[in-house]
């Protein structure tokens, strides 16, 4: 269409001074430069000084994802433009200098976004007279998720918590990032271009790894470096052989962990370990001493138990002369017998008393603060179980009933009577209640006696 509007201006312009075959090799290289710019791979479109769109070739539909031109044509040039705004400034500035340059974002026919690299310029005419506008459009969408891609990266590494480092097959460093600076206390400056070999503590042992890593490819293990202050810093290195696509040795990429507080922490346990295996050895000596003294005493033991049979011999001839002191014996042991029983009853009684009925309150609840309470009280009168005190509180004289008596024993222990209320679960008026009762019973009514004291006078 560019190329027939150009041959009817030229047959209507045509006159006897140029010649025929002048015009048709004009025409010949206008087909040309059409057909030129019609397969290119880049994107061009023309647009008036309007801004509308005159021209797009082939690359600048499939580019924006157009089947047909008049998909496009006839359309303003910020069409293409993600935003509207941008596109009609950089039209301007085409228009008020001639020419822009620059990337730009932009919407392809199903929305999804394209970044392109834009070159607009003025198309003027042989008289400098502005006739339209040509935008030259190259799709960058690629490159700018490679560089996003890539910008990402050094971000994760540049934020890496382990010490980065990437260096020349010499061992000079090109790159290392901000946990590294960190390790060795300088600045960033102050590394690059430097040598390795400056960082760390033995020299030999840096060129074996590098060697390792030009020949093997990868090293892994622990080294010894050196910060800016001439400390010693334990590293676990990671030392890698980088290539390019054809397998060519491009630099060396290496990475440190810090374990200097691991090794202080080990050089720590195994001194812990070397003292306490002395100190095993001489407790070793110590029991092999003992058990020494411990035979003799054995054996001596022996010897003491042999000279008793022998006396027991010696007493069962004298026995039959012992009847009176057997006599006497039995009556004792009959004494014996009868206390045995009555401290047994004493602790059953005790324990019937005052420890049972908590165990039971404990079997029909969950647990909470009111269990481990009872816990509490069950640990006390476990305590006093051997004591005369519940005995008392029980017997006949007092007649105090089994609620009495447990009112008594929390009394006694330091409750409230609020929270002799909340463990026995009745009222606070209640507890006053078998206050007064007790009070009564032991004949403190009307006495300025503090409960308390008495009861555990009692005990």
Not at 6 to 17: A, E, G, I, K, V
Not at 252 to 258: A, E, I, K, M, R
Not at 328 to 342: F, I, M, P, S, W
């Amino acid at each position: 269409m560019v190329l027939q509007n150009f041959t009817n201006s030229l047959t209507r312009d045509y006159d006897d001074t140029m010649s025929v075959a002048a015009i048709k090799q004009l025409l010949q290289e206008m087909r040309l430069k059409d057909f030129a710019i019609e397969s290119s791979i880049n994107g061009v479109a023309f647009s008036d000084l309007e801004g509308t769109v005159t021209y797009v070739n082939a690359a600048c539909l499939r580019m924006y994802g157009c089947e047909n031109r008049d998909e496009i044509l006839g359309k303003r040039a910020d069409f293409f433009a993600k935003s509207p705004q941008e596109g009609l400034e950089i039209m301007h500035h085409v228009l008020e200098h001639g020419f822009w340059e620059g990337e730009s974002e932009g919407v392809r026919k199903n929305q999804t976004p394209i970044f392109v690299h834009l070159s607009a310029f003025l198309v003027t005419d042989a008289k400098g007279t502005a006739q339209c506008m040509m935008c030259s459009v190259i799709d960058i969408t690629e490159r700018k998720k490679i560089e996003e891609k890539m910008r990402l990266k050094d971000f994760a590494v540049e934020s890496s918590i382990n010490a980065i480092g990437l260096s020349d097959l010499k061992g000079n460093f090109t790159y290392v990032n901000a946990a590294f600076v960190r390790m060795w206390g300088g600045k960033r400056e102050e590394i690059l271009g430097q040598s390795v070999f400056k960082f760390v503590a033995s020299k030999a042992e840096a060129e074996q790894i590098i060697q390792r890593v030009l020949i093997e490819g990868s090293w892994f293990g622990e080294s010894t470096g050196r910060n800016k202050e001439g400390q010693l810093v334990h590293v676990e290195l990671s030392a890698n052989l980088v290539t390019n696509r054809d397998g060519d040795p491009v630099c060396l990429y290496t990475s440190f962990v810090d374990i200097s507080e691991r090794k202080k922490a080990e050089e720590a346990l195994n001194k812990a370990k070397q003292e306490l295996e002395v100190k095993v050895e001489e407790r070793t000596r110590s029991l092999l001493i003992a058990n020494e003294q411990l035979r003799l005493e054995i054996d001596e033991r022996k010897q003491a138990e042999e000279q008793l049979r022998l006396k027991e011999q010696e007493l069962q001839l004298k026995a039959r002369h012992l009847g009176d002191v057997n006599t006497a014996l039995k009556v004792l042991l009959k004494q014996r017998e009868n206390d045995r029983g009555e401290v047994e009853d004493k602790i059953l009684s005790n324990v019937k008393d005052l420890i049972m009925p908590y165990i039971h309150e404990l079997a029909n609840t969950s647990l909470n603060s009111r269990q481990k309470a009872y816990l509490d009280v069950i640990d006390t009168n476990l305590e006093h179980i051997i004591s005369p005190f519940a005995k008392r509180l029980s017997g006949k004289s007092l007649s105090l009933t089994p609620t009495q008596i447990k009112v008594a024993e929390l009394i006694k222990s330091g409750k409230s009577t609020k929270e002799i209320a909340a463990m026995m679960n009745i009222s606070d008026r209640a507890v006053e209640f078998h206050r007064n009762n007790i009070r009564e019973k032991l004949g403190l009514k009307n006495k300025k006696v503090n409960l308390q004291s008495y009861l555990l006078s009692l005990a």
